[in-house]
């Protein structure tokens, strides 16, 4: 799978590209993810990449040009545009399942009041929110779209089954997990996980699973 993000920093990926899973899967070259500086896309001898708003009022926005000129630097072939912004749909686990379907994703990142609404208007590009909450830049929330796609290219979690039972598989969430030691400050793991009846693990990791989504997700419960 290919990402393409398009940002006026990508510095701000360094780290998190080279580091743990989602490291390691872009050095086997599970999942290639170009950058791409939008500035170096601004034609103007400054390259500026914002301007004031038409109609006036606080705020920067960024301009049309270097977004098309980048697009339209990519290679030919379908790929799937998706415009980072607070005002777009939702990010879930159904979205992100279709983003992983996808052979080429291309990730917009916004700054400043966002990007010029031409862009929507002449891209093929949807507008994806990470949440109901306003960060500064699209960089950040590209990255989540970015590690939630990976994790579900076969081969990247170590194993399948870490995944199926992952929080939002089955329509609620993750039962709780613990380790080594039994007892820590008089807290202690829970008898039936040491009892090795796995049965009775089932049983209690089910309705423990129950019991997290019921007290911090009812609305899961509903649909
Ligand atoms: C300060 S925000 C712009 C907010 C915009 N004026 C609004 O109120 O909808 C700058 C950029 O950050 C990104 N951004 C901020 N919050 C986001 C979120 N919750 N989901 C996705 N992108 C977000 C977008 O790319 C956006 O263009």
């Given at each position: 799978m290919r990402i393409d993000v398009l940002t006026q920093f990508p510095e701000l990926f360094d780290g998190p590209l080279r580091t743990s899973l989602l490291g390691k899967a872009i050095e086997q070259g599970v999942v290639d993810v170009r950058l791409h500086d939008i500035r170096t896309f601004a034609k103007d001898k400054h390259h500026?990449?914002?301007?004031?708003?038409?109609?006036?009022?606080?705020?920067?926005?960024?301009?049309?040009?270097?977004?098309?000129?980048?697009?339209?630097?990519l290679p030919?072939?379908?790929?799937?545009?998706?415009?980072?912004?607070?005002?777009?749909?939702?990010?879930?686990?159904?979205?992100?399942?279709?983003f992983a379907a996808e052979s080429n994703l291309v990730l917009i990142c916004g700054r400043y009041?966002?990007?010029?609404?031409?862009?929507?208007?002449?891209?093929?590009?949807?507008?994806?929110?990470?949440?109901?909450?306003?960060?500064?830049?699209?960089?950040?929330?590209?990255?989540?779209?970015?590690?939630?796609?990976?994790r579900l290219i076969p081969g990247v979690v170590g194993r399948a089954e870490s995944i199926q039972q992952d929080s939002f598989e089955?329509?609620?969430?993750?039962?709780?997990?613990?380790?080594?030691p039994v007892e820590f400050r008089g807290m202690t793991v829970p008898e039936v996980l040491r009892s090795g009846d796995h049965a009775a693990i089932e049983r209690w990791r089910h309705e423990a699973a129950l019991a997290k989504t019921k007290k911090n997700r009812p609305d899961l419960l509903q649909q």
């Open positions: 500026i990449t914002d301007d004031n708003a038409y109609g006036g009022g606080p705020g920067m926005v960024l301009k049309v040009e270097p977004i098309f000129a980048a697009y339209d630097s030919d072939g379908p790929k799937r545009a998706v415009v980072l912004s607070p005002a777009g749909r939702r990010l879930d686990r159904d979205l992100v399942n279709e009041e966002g990007v010029d609404e031409r862009v929507l208007e002449g891209l093929p590009a949807e507008e994806v929110s990470i949440g109901d909450y306003v960060l500064s830049g699209g960089e950040l929330p590209a990255l989540v779209i970015i590690e939630a796609v990976t089955s329509g609620i969430l993750d039962y709780p997990h613990y380790t080594r």
